[in-house]
């Protein structure tokens, strides 16, 4: 299961990648948590200057604007043995 934040403050953009994000996990199979982080003192620990970001796993995969599906699909595409 892949731990998925989405960092912002609510906006158009934001709610847009949430259901980008969770659009391309359920049609992937990739099992996720999907958490919203809209604190700016929860955001601003992730060292991004813009929103909406991404964060996989620990990782910042995205940072401002709405990434796109063919992105998204990578961060859920299986990885190499």
Not at 3 to 29: F, H, P, W, Y
Request: with cysteine.
């Amino acid at each position: 299961m892949k731990d998925v934040r989405v960092l912002g403050s609510g906006c158009a953009n934001c709610r847009a990648t949430i259901q980008l994000v969770e659009d391309v996990a359920k049609r992937m199979g990739v099992p996720i948590t999907l958490t919203k982080v809209d604190q700016i003192q929860d955001i601003a620990r992730y060292g991004i200057l813009a929103t909406p970001g991404v964060v996989i796993d620990g990782a910042v995969v995205h940072a401002g604007g709405i990434p796109s599906r063919g992105q998204v699909e990578r961060w859920f595409a299986p990885t190499p043995s």
